[in-house]
């Protein structure tokens, strides 16, 4: 398999985070710890062969853009570099110090052209920025030249603390605010103005199998977003969306009925979550009831090598 939904953390960074108030990040306990050699242990235990990482929330911008600026190269130049000292096992998604444009900018340029990254990691919302805010079109805009791949991971929303009732927002908070990021980049445009951005959302979609016709129904009714061009449900089915998580018996299926199975890829979600968690999500995986004509590892594995083309030649 093909883990495009992978992450790594470093002491350093771990370090930086909690200097600015990050102690329990997303309202977990804590931070994982990280290696490549146990993260190489886990993908030969489960038969992945390739883990593209990135860092999760709560990224790398924790206030200061000059900090920021710093600690994204940091960690950028940090996975690079594992990603060769371990020829075809790991890829990298790249980190930008959003809400940062200009610091954004230079940082995806470094990473895609210097340092070889093979996409670059977002946050759904960036000091409470959704993806569909003006001030980030600029990013849009050189991105959809390049034609990136733009993975998006879910963070907490602004107004946790009210909303989360004191419990990890990766259990609810997460799912939902991939889905207000999604409805974001549809209902501002972004999706039709920059068609060559290859987006790709985790967690089998959020609760988007559920809510794009009700998306659709505002939009046609009520006016919200661009009247004319491709339904909701039509932009919707341009994402690519990875299985972290819990993705059976239920969630899988939802999302394949509403999207289909072309873009959908494998993602783990190591090392945040821990070892064990990622042995039982891959055992639901092998156990499901397999697609027609193949198996969930193959299918993902072949949409993984139409998006990142290098996975191929591993």
Not at 19 to 38: C, I, K, N, T, V
Request: hydrophobic content about 40%.
């Amino acid at each position: 398999m093909i883990d495009v939904h992978a992450h790594f953390v470093t002491p350093r960074y771990v370090e930086r985070a909690r200097a600015a108030g990050f102690l329990q990040p997303d309202g977990m306990r804590g931070y994982p710890e990280w290696s490549p050699a146990q993260h190489l242990e886990l993908m030969d235990a489960t038969g992945i062969r390739t883990s593209v990482l990135s860092v999760s929330s709560p990224g790398t911008h924790f206030g200061d853009d000059g900090a920021a600026r710093a600690l994204t190269r940091e960690v950028n130049e940090f996975a690079a570099d594992v990603v060769r000292d371990h020829p075809g096992r790991f890829g990298h998604f790249a980190s930008v110090p959003l809400p940062d444009v200009d610091g954004a900018l230079t940082e995806a340029a470094y990473a895609l052209d210097v340092l070889g990254a093979h996409g670059l990691a977002l946050e759904t919302n960036a000091a409470g920025a959704y993806l569909g805010d003006a001030r980030f079109e600029p990013l849009w805009q050189e991105l959809d030249r390049r034609g990136a791949v733009v993975f998006v991971h879910p963070t907490s929303p602004p107004c946790h603390e009210k909303v989360a009732l004191g419990r990890p927002r990766p259990m609810l908070e997460f799912l939902f605010d991939s889905t207000r990021a999604a409805s974001d980049l549809v209902l501002s445009g972004v999706l039709q103005r920059r068609p060559r951005i290859q987006w790709v959302f985790t967690h089998g979609g959020g609760t988007l199998p559920l809510l794009a016709d009700r998306m659709e129904l505002f939009r046609t009714v009520f006016g919200i977003g661009a009247a004319d061009g491709p339904t909701v449900q039509d932009q919707l089915r341009t994402f690519w969306f990875d299985m972290a998580g819990s993705p059976f018996p239920h969630q899988i299926p939802a999302l394949t009925r509403s999207f289909g199975y072309d873009r959908l890829l494998y993602g783990s979600d190591y090392c945040w979550t821990p070892a064990a968690g990622t042995l039982a999500q891959v055992a639901s995986v092998d156990a499901a009831p397999q697609p027609e004509a193949g198996t969930w590892r193959a299918l993902t594995t072949r949409n993984a090598a139409r998006l990142l083309p290098w996975t191929a030649q591993g």
